[in-house]
């Protein structure tokens, strides 16, 4: 289970390294990274991306909700390798999505993980849990 809240520095432009935790829980040496549905990243193992994914491709495509989630989940996703010590560099059209410029928080959510822009995690935080 991917969990934590973890603060990487980016290593050059968009590159980071994983946490060892998170690495921990990730087998292979490959991610899955999209788009969030708030302003963030996600990024996944590549088999726990097929078995969360599978129920999407599953609905019909005469299913207009089904198609959208498959647009949102498909479109902007990639597979991205890892190096040695779970370096990767986010993708550039991610990191313009999810603002993120010089810093990032990396949060585990379970099944996956998120990367954030630093003040936008913390607004999001405020506005669904209260301040912390």
Known sequence: MILGTYKPKLIGER???LPRKIRKEIKGKRIVMTIGFEKCILGF???????????????????????ELRRKMFAEATVVDLGVQGRFVI??????YAGIKD???????????????????QKYKEKNYGSS
């Open 15 to 17: 590159r980071i390294a």
């Open 103 to 121: 810093e990032v928080n990396l949060i585990g959510a379970g099944d996956h993980f998120e990367i954030w822009e630093p003040v936008s995690w």
């Open 45 to 67: 193992e590549e088999k726990k991306w097929e078995e969360v994914t599978a129920s999407d491709l599953a609905r019909p495509l005469s299913d207009s909700e089904g198609r």
């Open 91 to 96: 993708p550039e059209v991610m990191a313009k």
